[in-house]
């Protein structure tokens, strides 16, 4: 963009063989589309048909097909059927689960839907944002979205809002000169206007320097595309871990069931045997899992947007976050303020007729966006406008009584250059200009000072002691603000030069306070490996203060300024940045280089963003997490959303994740256990047994209706090695055999009935089930025993066949030991 910014407008008008008068010809936008491509933005997520098949399609998926073949074409249409139906289950989720992918970036196709004024051959024509070329002249006024990036060939008091593409706040007067020096970043960047961009204020015109993917923004959601191929890992694990569960199941299936086939010359168990490998509905299980967990996140104000992140969060051992809303609290304090050459506490304040107190809490009340309802203690607007509106309340002073005297006329923004804010206000006589800043922008504007309610004409000595007063207040760590104004005989209009020969009033100094629990959470972070990093707004004085009081630095050396950043060569910069644990105001665009040195070098990094312009910084990070007011484009490039309490949230579902990942080792456990045990005990009792036979419906209602409920305890529950289940399958089918291999009759209920206790019994014993806490595992416990009993009575009844008092007094004992045995076990595998 350099050749662009220090060029003049007529000489980009030339490298670009346009005409600023009539534009380009129909047969040269055709030239151009083929030769550069048009105007549309690619948009993320988007699949084409065989990717949409490639992630459907597993080793999983594979094997179940097999399965259900098979079942069908040996005729057990029921086995066959049931297993279709789970089949069927299991692709619906995944096809909600990949629709929601692709529904969170369906939004950014507006991008592309919008409309732009051109001029070509030489009319002014209104066209789809698409179809504009490289070297169309584009038209612009007030509230227009630009269309593509644009070099400015005219403008009239030009003033752009860029946060879609930098992510401040501020507005930005722009202008269509050259720039002289070198261009470091897009903010510096003056004479340009970047696609998606919104005028403000002014006219103007503008030639197209590059579109669609080209611009600034489409290469910003490329990026969003590249960084969501690497995050989506959680599913692809999860199959691997079901393919590998089921080959292992199948294979133990197939092998006991031609050892069965060779004693008895019967098929039955072989189909039986298959079906159990399919029957217990895993995925359905772990994804109701997955939606308990996001539900309970969120009443915690997390929103689990990319379920990957559960896995992705482990891997950090980097994290980027803001001061605000993680070191601090959300909340801005006024503390201090220096006024007539003394630093009064802020409670000793009043409103008054002394002039020089009165004119500086006006000017902080009728300079200020923010609402403030102090009844309800609710607000709404920047923190350090809402503490001015809460500090007046306080003093018994309410915003709309002094706006009711002083009605505003306008309002001159704040940008990242001049770094205040005015606004115009009418007063009694004439108008007066109430402004805030920071102090150095403030004071540089300063002809005079008023020190009790006498104006007079600013001294050096007064701005030297301004600014050490300045600096002091930073060093406790307070954020500062100046406040001046200007008088008016009449009503200034927008173009004059306002915010000069203003009158000093005075120094306000804001307290932001630590988090409350800021050691233990930072103390947490690093225990588990991660090393925490900061970006301020603060500055970098205040920075060191605040690193220090949090214990993220013990050297001033640890804390830079964005503005020293600059300027460094690539070695200094890695040097510089690898040291660094608080970075203070950093554009976002070097905030994402930042990020991405520390990527570059294979560190896993996770990143908090809130405005677009932290964007890249997201979408490069391996967990990209969103945060307060982000916008929607911010979420959706997200893996995890958190309205407050950042650091905590984070910490939480690391926490969460790792109860996941040894619930899905324990689940796996458990459910392999029980599976393995079923087919073993299946096939040695139907060699042992002639006569016994099991029908399809006890499988089907102790895998379905009495497994899932337990499976959701293990799931909540602590990791288990996979060799512990071996000594269980060896328990479980022993006592199965025992039990049914001089039985009659009844083989259905005792089979329900035995493994239903083997796998409450395991539960109770290896879950950390509270009996006297009303948790969920103790309902899923009741549900899991209420569904045995239910399926128990109904098998007795339907079959009509009734048990000794012998056949009773054994199958009731080898219960009651199987329990005292997992009782055993556990103790000896402690």
């Known amino acids: ?197 919104v005028i403000k204020s002014g006219q103007g015109a503008g030639v197209v320097v590059e579109t669609g993917n080209s611009t600034h923004l489409g290469k910003t959601l490329i990026l969003m595309t590249s960084a969501d191929n690497n995050k989506h890992t959680l599913g692809r694990k999860l199959e691997k871990k079901l393919s590998g569960f089921m080959s292992i199941s199948l294979i133990i299936a197939i092998i006991f069931s031609l050892i069965n086939i060779y004693f008895t010359k019967s098929y039955t168990s072989l189909y039986l045997s298959v079906f159990l490998t399919q029957v217990v509905p895993i995925t359905i299980i772990i994804f109701g899992f997955i939606r308990f967990l996001k539900r309970e996140l969120k009443k915690s104000g997390i929103n689990l947007i990319n379920i990957s992140a559960l896995d992705l969060i482990r891997e950090v051992n980097i994290l980027f976050m803001d001061k605000i809303g993680s070191v601090t609290k959300e909340e801005m304090i006024v503390d201090k303020i220096y006024i007539n050459n003394k630093i009064h506490s802020a409670k000793e304040v009043v409103f008054s007729k002394e002039v020089t107190t009165r004119r500086l809490l006006e000017g902080i009340l009728l300079c200020n966006n923010a609402e403030y309802y102090g009844e309800d203690e609710k607000a709404k607007g920047d923190l350090i406008d809402v503490a001015y509106l809460k500090f007046a309340y306080e003093k018994g002073i309410k915003k709309f009584e002094i706006e009711e005297l002083n009605r505003r006329i306008f309002e001159i923004p704040m940008d990242s250059d001049k770094k205040m804010i005015t606004t115009i206000n009418k007063a009694k006589k004439g108008c007066r200009a109430n402004c805030k800043g920071s102090v150095e922008a403030v004071l540089s504007r300063c002809n005079y000072i008023m020190i009790d309610g006498l104006q007079r004409e600013i001294t ?278 025992g039990a049914l291999y001089d039985l009659k009759n009844g083989y259905d209920a005792v089979w329900v009935l035995l493994f239903g206790v083997y796998a409450i019994g395991y539960c109770i014993v290896n879950c950390h089930i509270d009996i006297k806490n009303k948790s969920l595992k103790v309902v899923f416990l009741l549900l899991a025993i209420l569904f045995l009993g239910i399926g128990v009575a109904a098998l007795i009844s339907i079959s009509g066949n009734a048990f000794s008092n012998s056949e009773l007094i054994k199958i009731g004992g080898i219960a009651v030991g199987s329990f005292v045995l997992e009782l055993m076990l556990k103790k000896w595998q402690e």
């Not at 004024?117 to 979205?145: A, M, P, T, Y």
């Not at 979408?619 to 007011?629: D, E, P, Y």
């Open 460 to 737: 050096n000595e007064d701005i030297s002691r301004l600014k050490a007063i300045d600096y002091n207040l930073s060093l406790e760590g307070y954020i500062t603000q100046a406040v001046a104004y200007r008088n008016f005989s009449y009503i200034p209009t927008v173009g004059e030069n306002i915010e000069n020969n203003l009158v000093f009033t005075g120094i306000i100094a804001l307290n932001n306070p630590l988090s409350d629990e800021l050691d233990e959470e930072i103390e947490a972070i690093k225990s588990r490996g991660i090393i925490p990093i900061v970006f301020t707004d603060d500055n970098k004085i205040t920075a060191t203060t605040v690193g220090r009081k949090s214990k993220l630095v013990s050297s001033n050396s640890r804390v830079i300024a964005g503005v020293e950043l600059q300027s460094l060569e690539k070695e200094e910069l890695i040097e510089t940045v690898s040291k660094t644990r608080v970075f203070s105001r950093v554009s976002p665009e070097l905030r994402a280089r930042i990020v991405g040195l520390f990527v570059k070098d294979n560190y896993k990094v996770a990143s908090f963003g809130e405005s677009l312009g932290d964007l890249p910084s997201i979408c490069i990070s391996k967990l990209g997490i969103s945060k307060g007011n982000a916008a929607k484009i911010i979420k959706n490039a997200s893996d995890i959303f958190m309205e407050n309490n950042f650091l905590k949230g984070f910490l939480s579902v690391f926490d969460i994740s790792e109860k996941f990942r040894d619930g899905i080792n324990k689940f796996r456990s458990f459910i392999l256990g029980i599976i393995i045990a079923q087919i073993i005990s299946l096939n040695m009792v139907s060699i042992f047994n002639g006569d016994f036979t099991l029908g399809y419906a006890p499988i089907i209602i102790f895998n379905i209706l009495v497994l899932s409920p337990l499976s959701f305890i293990a799931l909540s529950s602590s990791r288990e090695k996979i060799s512990k289940i071996f000594p269980r399958i060896i328990l479980y089918v022993t006592f199965t055999i």
């Open 1 to 197: 963009m350099n050749i662009y910014c220090n060029n003049t407008w007529k000489a980009v008008v030339g490298m670009l063989k346009t005409n600023e008068f009539t534009g380009l010809s129909e047969l040269e936008c055709e030239e151009r589309r083929k030769e550069y491509g048009g105007n549309k933005v690619f948009v993320p997520y988007k699949k084409n048909a065989f990717k949409i098949v490639k992630d459907f399609f597993s080793v999983h998926m594979f094997l179940s097909i097999l399965v259900i073949i098979f079942l069908m074409y040996v005729k057990e249409y029921i086995l066959g059927g049931v297993t279709l139906l789970l089949f069927i289950l299991t692709m619906v989720l995944k096809a909600v689960y990949s629709r929601n992918i692709v529904n969170r970036a369906k939004f950014m196709e507006k991008l592309n839907d919008t409309t732009a004024r051109v001029l070509r051959n030489g009319v002014e024509k209104i066209i789809k944002s698409e179809e504009i070329v490289k070297g169309d002249i584009v038209l612009f006024s007030k509230d227009s979205l630009i269309p593509a990036d644009l070099r400015i060939i005219r403008a009239e008091d030009l003033k752009v809002d860029e946060k879609n593409i930098t992510g401040e706040k501020f507005f930005k007067d722009k202008f269509d000169s050259k720039i002289d020096s070198a261009v470091y970043s897009v903010e510096e960047m003056k004479n340009m206007l970047f696609k998606g961009s």
